[in-house]
């Protein structure tokens, strides 16, 4: 009996020990530094704003403390302005930035009289960095999911894109529009991962250059009831690969649109419209439902 109130004094004994641990929520693993997203050093000063550049749209910024400010310059949706908001604070604090490709930045923040820069421009320093390491150097920018790409890395739909392009086969043939000099056509559609992929084309074969306005995905029914409001769901897409502005006379641009897989009922249609800018070439495309169910399934990326 001695034996075991000992053995259950002993046993109770070391719940505190364990306590004393500070482990947050009981035992933890340790994270090691190749899990790390390695900060860049930012100088920022309170009479002087710091621009940072970046190669896409800023999504998110989250600043680690009230010792900094920081917002998106106005009309350049990628460019982040950052500057002290308390003069010569001392230690450091923190931001992160996550942009419209995916991508999550680290920084972390100082405070200097005179910065030593006032601009920083990510993609040309990012690009330096990989010449010098031969690649993207491991922990500097870490990859998102995003809903909308059905939580997908923007990255896989990037390299699923320039796949397409790549390859430039067309695998529709009865898809498209001709009118005015201008040809648009539907080249091939594909599926991947919960997200379709529109590979269009768009010839010019005037003299005049084809200035884009904007395009447009819609499902509208197939029959129009005189006096009746006009039923129509516009898809944004998600993503596009080399979608140009102006497609210049006697020339051709190819581009490719992500949007979230749908489908459509037999009663409706995908219209996908292209408009010019301060003309009236517009170009119309009528995807049935039967179209859709037929996209072509990728298994393999072509990215050379």
Known sequence: ??????????A???????????????????LNYGQMVVPYAVQVTFNKTVHIIFPAAVR???????????GKADGAENVLRIKAAI??????????????DGHFYS???????????????????????????????????ADVKLPELNDNAPALADLVMRSVYRNNERRIKHLGCKRFGIQMLLKGLYVHDGLYYFHTQVDNSSNVAFNVDFIRFKVVDKKIVKRTAIQETVLNPVRSYNEETVVEGRSTVRTVYVLPKFTIPD????LVELYEKNGGRHQVIRIEGMDLERAKTITKLKTK
């Open 60 to 70: 998110y910024v989250d600043l680690g403390s009230d010792r900094i400010i920081a």
């Open 87 to 100: 003069e010569n604070f001392s230690g450091e604090t923190n931001f992160s930035v996550i942009t419209e």
């Open 1 to 10: 009996m001695k034996t075991i109130r000992l053995l259950l004094l002993f």
């Open 107 to 141: 920084f972390n923040a100082l405070y200097s009289r005179e910065p030593e820069m006032l601009n920083v421009e990510m993609e040309d320093l990012i690009r330096q960095r990989e010449a010098t390491n031969g690649g993207r150097e491991k922990g500097s920018v």
């Open 267 to 270: 009663d409706k249609l995908l």
């Open 12 to 30: 109770l004994g070391t719940i505190p020990c364990l306590a004393q641990n500070n482990l947050p929520g009981g035992l933890s693993r340790k």
